[in-house]
């Protein structure tokens, strides 16, 4: 349900939020794994804060990366991707939904897997950003 809530409000702010970033300079990235979100902080004292918001009922969501992301301080954000893997399903129903957020700068890209663990009833992801 709430995936699609964000997706029936639409995508402009996070549309508007991704594309003012590129071009920027990153000054930190770090991930929040109290409130799950990547955030970066850039040269020009901005920041940006991305989450996936599609939280429903019964679901359990959280963020990882295996990147290193000190180092792509001082990086230039280029682009941002998000990839799709299939979903896990274990012999009791229940499904781990797996969803990459690249960022892409000039010094090579990092990766931000969202995580989805649900009962099978719920899924998708809704990746927001703000300022």
Same mark, same amino acid.
């Given at each position: ?31 929040? %794994? ?9 040269? #020009? ?9 599609? *939280? ?13 992301? @000190? ?9 941002? *991707? ?7 399903? #274990? ?5 781990? #939904?797996? %969803? ?12 931000? @897997? ?18």
């Amino acid at each position: 349900m709430g995936v699609m809530l964000n997706l029936l409000g639409g995508n402009e702010k996070t549309v508007n939020c991704l594309k003012a970033s590129i071009g920027k300079i990153i000054k930190l990235a770090t991930l929040d %794994e109290a409130n799950d979100r990547l955030v970066l902080e850039f040269t #020009d004292e901005t920041k940006l804060f991305i989450s996936d918001e599609g *939280q429903s009922c019964c679901e359990h969501r959280y963020m990882t990366t295996d990147d290193n992301l @000190v180092d792509f301080a001082g990086a230039v954000v280029l682009n941002y *991707q998000i990839k799709d893997a299939p979903s896990i399903e #274990d012999e009791y129903g229940d499904c781990h #939904d797996i %969803e990459w957020f690249e960022v892409i700068t000039d010094k090579g890209p990092f990766q931000m @897997v969202n995580h989805n663990e649900h009962n099978g009833y719920y899924g998708g992801f809704s990746v927001c950003a703000k300022n």
